[in-house]
């Protein structure tokens, strides 16, 4: 796939009015060519938020030089905002179990061209999936963790994840639970996906809990991972309509495949940054 040559804008502020003016203002004034621009205002927070993309051909402003050029406008609208450009690849660890339908789907949309990052490294507790990583070519390392070590398995995580300097992590069906220590590393930067549409059924065995409840739909959840289990920042959701004729195993295997697709959307949108997160929420731009 071409790699487009733009650079990407998050905003979020205190609703007000000149925003818009303000910012088109000065990316008009260094000659930039906007290709998108969306915007979202949540009324009951007052917040502004804002995605923004433009052509770097002809812009004349060093990226390098963005934060010094750009402080006055952000100062004066008391902004938060970070820069990004599309051409930089991050870099994504992917972290699996035993299960291999998450895994699969992403190895092969990275391998596509689909996905615009590098994967330098799987991590997982099993050596189930050593032979997919092996087919796609891409590094596999396993490390055991056990409720005695669970701690020295993590540092030993954290040191593969500097050495490979990695900028995001995806848990695609990792079956542990990640503590608060690891998490602090990684801030909005660890993507999981959950078998269930959160709130309904976090934790453990949700398709068994759904199928004694009798539910009539099933789903799908991806979030970025905080210290309270399946209740980080939902980034993508999708559902399926199922029946009294459904087993656990229907349910289990229809769940598969909105796992694969809601993961890899949300994958998808952090790389090309997309995702705005505020009050435990996200907006995901167009």
């Known amino acids: 796939m071409t790699t487009k040559n733009t650079a990407i804008l998050l905003i979020s502020c205190p609703d007000q009015k000149g925003l818009v003016a303000a910012i088109a203002d000065f990316l008009y004034q260094h000659n930039a060519n906007i290709l998108h621009a969306d915007q979202h205002q949540?009324?009951?927070?007052?917040?502004?938020?804002?995605?923004?993309?433009?052509?770097?051909?002809?812009?004349?402003?060093?990226?390098?030089?963005?934060?010094?050029?750009?402080?006055?406008?952000?100062?004066?609208?008391?902004?938060?905002?970070r820069?990004?450009?599309?051409?930089?690849?991050?870099?994504?660890?992917?972290?699996?179990?035993?299960?291999?339908?998450?895994?699969?789907?992403?190895?092969?949309?990275?391998?596509?061209?689909?996905l615009n990052c590098d994967i330098p490294l799987i991590l997982s507790n099993h050596t189930d999936t050593q032979w997919l990583a092996e087919a796609y070519q891409v590094p596999f390392q396993h490390i055991a963790v056990n409720r005695e070590d669970k701690a020295d398995?993590?540092?030993?995580?954290?040191?593969?994840?500097?050495?490979?300097?990695?900028?995001f992590i995806v848990l695609a069906r990792y079956m542990q639970v990640l503590s608060a220590d690891f998490i602090r590393h990684y801030p909005n930067r660890i993507v999981n996906i959950h078998h269930s549409f959160l709130p309904a059924f976090h934790g453990a065995r949700?398709?068994?809990?759904?199928?004694?409840?009798?539910?009539?739909?099933?789903?799908?959840?991806?979030?970025?991972?905080?210290?309270?289990?399946?209740?980080?920042?939902?980034?993508?959701?999708?559902?399926?309509?199922?029946?009294?004729?459904d087993s656990l195993d229907?349910?289990?295997?229809?769940?598969?495949?909105?796992?694969?697709?809601?993961?890899?959307?949300?994958?998808?949108?952090?790389?090309?940054?997309?995702?705005?997160?505020?009050?435990?929420?996200?907006?995901?731009f167009d």
């Open 83 to 114: 820069l990004a450009r599309s051409a930089y690849r991050p870099k994504l660890a992917i972290f699996v179990s035993r299960y291999d339908h998450c895994l699969a789907d992403l190895l092969y949309r990275y391998q596509t061209g689909e």
């Open 206 to 245: 949700p398709y068994h809990r759904a199928f004694e409840r009798g539910v009539k739909l099933i789903g799908a959840t991806s979030h970025y991972v905080t210290e309270v289990l399946d209740d980080g920042p939902i980034i993508e959701q999708d559902v399926a309509r199922i029946s009294h004729r």
């Open 42 to 81: 949540d009324a009951e927070l007052k917040l502004f938020l804002m995605r923004v993309e433009w052509d770097l051909a002809g812009f004349d402003l060093d990226l390098n030089d963005f934060e010094q050029e750009f402080a006055v406008t952000a100062t004066r609208f008391q902004m938060q905002w």
């Open 153 to 167: 398995a993590e540092k030993t995580q954290l040191a593969l994840l500097r050495h490979h300097h990695v900028d």
């Open 250 to 284: 229907d349910l289990i295997r229809r769940g598969a495949d909105l796992e694969k697709i809601v993961l890899s959307r949300a994958v998808r949108w952090h790389i090309e940054n997309r995702v705005l997160l505020y009050a435990n929420k996200t907006v995901v």
